[in-house]
T-cell receptor, first 112, second 116 residues
Framework: GQNIDQPTEMTATEGAIVQINCTYQ??????LFWYQQHAGEAPTFLSY??LDGLEEKGRFSSFLSRSKGYSYLLLKELQMKDSASYLC?????????????WGAGTKLIIKP | DAGVIQSPRHEVTEMGQEVTLRCKPI?????LFWYRQTMMRGLELLIY????????DSGMPEDRFSAKMPNASFSTLKIQPSEPRDSAVYFC??????????????FGEGSRLTVL
Protein backbone atom coordinates (compact mmCIF):
# COMPACT_ATOMS: atom_id res chain seq x y z
CA GLY A 1 0.00 0.00 0.00
CA GLN A 2 0.86 3.67 -0.07
CA ASN A 3 2.00 5.20 3.20
CA ILE A 4 3.75 8.28 4.49
CA ASP A 5 4.88 8.59 8.11
CA GLN A 6 5.76 11.75 9.98
CA PRO A 7 5.92 12.51 13.69
CA THR A 8 2.68 13.98 14.94
CA GLU A 9 4.17 16.80 16.97
CA MET A 10 7.55 18.31 17.77
CA THR A 11 8.67 21.08 20.07
CA ALA A 12 11.74 23.27 19.63
CA THR A 13 13.21 26.46 21.02
CA GLU A 14 13.43 29.80 19.26
CA GLY A 15 16.82 30.19 17.61
CA ALA A 16 17.53 26.47 17.56
CA ILE A 17 17.53 23.88 14.73
CA VAL A 18 14.88 21.21 14.18
CA GLN A 19 14.70 18.27 11.79
CA ILE A 20 11.34 16.87 10.73
CA ASN A 21 11.51 13.39 9.25
CA CYS A 22 9.31 11.76 6.65
CA THR A 23 9.41 8.14 5.49
CA TYR A 24 7.38 6.83 2.60
CA GLN A 25 6.38 3.57 0.97
CA UNK A 26 4.80 4.16 -2.44
CA UNK A 27 4.36 2.14 -5.61
CA UNK A 28 6.42 4.66 -7.55
CA UNK A 29 8.31 7.88 -6.98
CA UNK A 30 8.37 11.12 -8.91
CA UNK A 31 9.21 13.75 -6.35
CA LEU A 32 8.67 14.70 -2.73
CA PHE A 33 7.18 17.97 -1.52
CA TRP A 34 7.16 19.81 1.77
CA TYR A 35 4.36 22.25 2.56
CA GLN A 36 3.88 24.56 5.52
CA GLN A 37 0.45 25.17 6.96
CA HIS A 38 -0.24 27.71 9.67
CA ALA A 39 -3.32 27.08 11.79
CA GLY A 40 -6.47 28.11 9.97
CA GLU A 41 -4.62 28.84 6.74
CA ALA A 42 -3.89 27.11 3.45
CA PRO A 43 -0.80 24.97 2.86
CA THR A 44 2.03 26.79 1.10
CA PHE A 45 4.85 25.21 -0.87
CA LEU A 46 8.27 25.00 0.79
CA SER A 47 10.44 22.60 -1.19
CA TYR A 48 10.67 19.87 -3.80
CA UNK A 49 13.19 17.02 -4.08
CA UNK A 50 13.34 14.49 -6.88
CA LEU A 51 17.03 13.56 -6.77
CA ASP A 52 19.02 12.38 -3.77
CA GLY A 53 20.70 15.05 -1.73
CA LEU A 54 20.14 18.30 0.04
CA GLU A 55 18.28 21.31 -1.31
CA GLU A 56 18.88 24.52 0.60
CA LYS A 57 16.62 27.54 0.55
CA GLY A 58 17.45 30.14 3.15
CA ARG A 59 16.76 28.88 6.66
CA PHE A 60 15.03 25.79 5.29
CA SER A 61 16.68 22.73 3.74
CA SER A 62 15.20 19.47 2.51
CA PHE A 63 16.99 16.17 2.07
CA LEU A 64 16.02 13.08 0.10
CA SER A 65 17.25 9.51 0.00
CA ARG A 66 15.25 7.53 -2.56
CA SER A 67 16.88 4.21 -1.70
CA LYS A 68 15.79 4.60 1.93
CA GLY A 69 12.40 6.14 1.21
CA TYR A 70 13.35 8.98 3.52
CA SER A 71 13.30 12.74 3.60
CA TYR A 72 13.78 15.42 6.19
CA LEU A 73 13.07 19.11 6.47
CA LEU A 74 15.66 21.08 8.40
CA LEU A 75 14.72 24.43 9.88
CA LYS A 76 17.50 26.64 11.21
CA GLU A 77 17.45 29.76 13.39
CA LEU A 78 13.90 28.99 14.40
CA GLN A 79 11.49 31.89 14.72
CA MET A 80 8.13 31.99 16.47
CA LYS A 81 6.43 32.32 13.06
CA ASP A 82 7.74 28.86 12.16
CA SER A 83 5.12 27.38 14.48
CA ALA A 84 2.96 25.51 11.98
CA SER A 85 2.20 22.08 10.59
CA TYR A 86 4.63 20.68 8.04
CA LEU A 87 3.19 18.31 5.45
CA CYS A 88 5.22 15.79 3.48
CA UNK A 89 3.73 14.65 0.16
CA UNK A 90 4.97 12.21 -2.48
CA UNK A 91 4.06 12.14 -6.15
CA UNK A 92 4.09 8.55 -7.21
CA UNK A 93 3.27 9.01 -10.88
CA UNK A 94 3.90 11.58 -13.59
CA UNK A 95 1.41 13.97 -15.14
CA UNK A 96 -0.77 11.37 -16.77
CA UNK A 97 -2.29 10.74 -13.39
CA UNK A 98 -1.32 13.63 -11.16
CA UNK A 99 -1.72 12.51 -7.59
CA UNK A 100 0.01 13.38 -4.35
CA UNK A 101 0.07 11.09 -1.35
CA TRP A 102 0.02 13.21 1.77
CA GLY A 103 1.38 12.60 5.22
CA ALA A 104 -0.74 13.58 8.22
CA GLY A 105 1.58 16.48 8.99
CA THR A 106 3.91 17.36 11.85
CA LYS A 107 2.79 20.11 14.19
CA LEU A 108 5.85 22.14 15.18
CA ILE A 109 5.63 24.19 18.36
CA ILE A 110 8.28 26.85 18.90
CA LYS A 111 8.89 28.00 22.47
CA PRO A 112 10.67 31.22 23.45
CA ASP B 1 -1.17 38.58 -8.79
CA ALA B 2 -4.42 37.18 -7.44
CA GLY B 3 -4.17 33.76 -5.92
CA VAL B 4 -6.76 31.00 -5.90
CA ILE B 5 -10.04 32.49 -4.75
CA GLN B 6 -12.61 30.44 -2.89
CA SER B 7 -16.06 31.26 -1.62
CA PRO B 8 -17.67 31.15 0.80
CA ARG B 9 -14.96 31.21 3.46
CA HIS B 10 -17.37 29.86 6.05
CA GLU B 11 -20.64 28.01 5.64
CA VAL B 12 -22.92 26.72 8.34
CA THR B 13 -25.88 24.70 7.17
CA GLU B 14 -28.30 22.09 8.35
CA MET B 15 -28.24 18.45 7.45
CA GLY B 16 -30.02 17.79 4.18
CA GLN B 17 -29.33 21.17 2.66
CA GLU B 18 -27.44 21.67 -0.58
CA VAL B 19 -23.99 23.25 -0.34
CA THR B 20 -22.10 24.81 -3.25
CA LEU B 21 -18.47 25.78 -2.91
CA ARG B 22 -16.80 27.92 -5.55
CA CYS B 23 -13.27 28.32 -6.81
CA LYS B 24 -11.46 30.59 -9.21
CA PRO B 25 -8.00 29.21 -10.06
CA ILE B 26 -4.96 31.27 -10.89
CA UNK B 27 -5.17 32.50 -14.47
CA UNK B 28 -3.23 30.26 -16.84
CA UNK B 29 -3.12 27.25 -14.54
CA UNK B 30 -4.20 24.08 -16.31
CA UNK B 31 -4.85 21.82 -13.32
CA LEU B 32 -7.44 22.35 -10.60
CA PHE B 33 -7.84 20.22 -7.49
CA TRP B 34 -10.48 19.93 -4.76
CA TYR B 35 -9.21 18.72 -1.40
CA ARG B 36 -10.91 18.11 1.92
CA GLN B 37 -9.06 18.43 5.24
CA THR B 38 -10.13 17.12 8.62
CA MET B 39 -8.23 16.44 11.81
CA MET B 40 -8.96 12.73 11.55
CA ARG B 41 -8.12 12.13 7.90
CA GLY B 42 -5.78 14.97 6.97
CA LEU B 43 -5.74 16.20 3.37
CA GLU B 44 -7.76 14.10 0.97
CA LEU B 45 -7.93 14.63 -2.78
CA LEU B 46 -11.54 14.58 -3.94
CA ILE B 47 -11.23 15.29 -7.66
CA TYR B 48 -8.97 17.05 -10.12
CA UNK B 49 -9.37 18.61 -13.54
CA UNK B 50 -6.93 19.14 -16.39
CA UNK B 51 -7.93 21.79 -18.91
CA UNK B 52 -11.47 21.76 -17.48
CA UNK B 53 -11.87 18.00 -17.91
CA UNK B 54 -12.30 15.79 -14.82
CA UNK B 55 -9.40 13.36 -14.72
CA UNK B 56 -9.77 11.47 -11.47
CA ASP B 57 -12.81 11.60 -9.20
CA SER B 58 -12.03 8.43 -7.28
CA GLY B 59 -11.70 10.46 -4.10
CA MET B 60 -15.26 11.76 -4.21
CA PRO B 61 -16.87 10.12 -1.17
CA GLU B 62 -20.20 9.25 -2.73
CA ASP B 63 -22.86 10.36 -5.16
CA ARG B 64 -23.85 13.22 -2.91
CA PHE B 65 -20.70 14.99 -4.08
CA SER B 66 -20.32 16.46 -7.56
CA ALA B 67 -17.87 18.87 -9.16
CA LYS B 68 -17.89 20.85 -12.35
CA MET B 69 -15.50 23.10 -14.22
CA PRO B 70 -17.47 24.85 -16.95
CA ASN B 71 -14.53 27.02 -17.98
CA ALA B 72 -10.89 27.66 -17.17
CA SER B 73 -11.66 30.27 -14.52
CA PHE B 74 -14.37 28.65 -12.44
CA SER B 75 -15.16 25.42 -10.64
CA THR B 76 -17.82 24.30 -8.19
CA LEU B 77 -18.06 21.50 -5.65
CA LYS B 78 -21.58 20.61 -4.68
CA ILE B 79 -22.84 18.47 -1.81
CA GLN B 80 -26.47 17.44 -1.93
CA PRO B 81 -27.79 16.48 0.56
CA SER B 82 -25.20 17.51 3.13
CA GLU B 83 -24.52 15.46 6.26
CA PRO B 84 -22.71 16.29 9.52
CA ARG B 85 -19.78 14.05 8.54
CA ASP B 86 -19.13 16.39 5.57
CA SER B 87 -17.98 19.06 8.01
CA ALA B 88 -14.41 19.93 7.01
CA VAL B 89 -12.28 22.56 5.35
CA TYR B 90 -12.48 22.27 1.58
CA PHE B 91 -9.49 23.56 -0.33
CA CYS B 92 -9.22 24.33 -4.00
CA UNK B 93 -5.74 24.35 -5.53
CA UNK B 94 -4.33 25.00 -8.97
CA UNK B 95 -1.00 24.40 -10.67
CA UNK B 96 0.94 24.74 -13.88
CA UNK B 97 4.39 23.45 -14.88
CA UNK B 98 7.15 25.39 -13.17
CA UNK B 99 10.64 25.87 -14.51
CA UNK B 100 11.68 22.96 -12.35
CA UNK B 101 8.76 20.90 -13.66
CA UNK B 102 7.57 20.09 -10.20
CA UNK B 103 4.14 21.70 -10.31
CA UNK B 104 3.78 23.14 -6.84
CA UNK B 105 0.20 23.50 -5.70
CA UNK B 106 -1.25 26.93 -4.99
CA PHE B 107 -4.06 26.62 -2.47
CA GLY B 108 -6.99 28.89 -1.86
CA GLU B 109 -7.83 30.03 1.66
CA GLY B 110 -10.36 27.22 2.00
CA SER B 111 -14.07 26.98 2.73
CA ARG B 112 -14.87 25.86 6.26
CA LEU B 113 -18.09 23.88 6.15
CA THR B 114 -20.11 23.01 9.23
CA VAL B 115 -23.16 20.80 8.81
CA LEU B 116 -25.41 20.72 11.86
Amino acid sequence: GQNIDQPTEMTATEGAIVQINCTYQTSGFNGLFWYQQHAGEAPTFLSYNVLDGLEEKGRFSSFLSRSKGYSYLLLKELQMKDSASYLCAVRDRWDSNYQLIWGAGTKLIIKP
Amino acid sequence: DAGVIQSPRHEVTEMGQEVTLRCKPISGHDYLFWYRQTMMRGLELLIYFNNNVPIDDSGMPEDRFSAKMPNASFSTLKIQPSEPRDSAVYFCASTTPSRGGHRELFFGEGSRLTVL
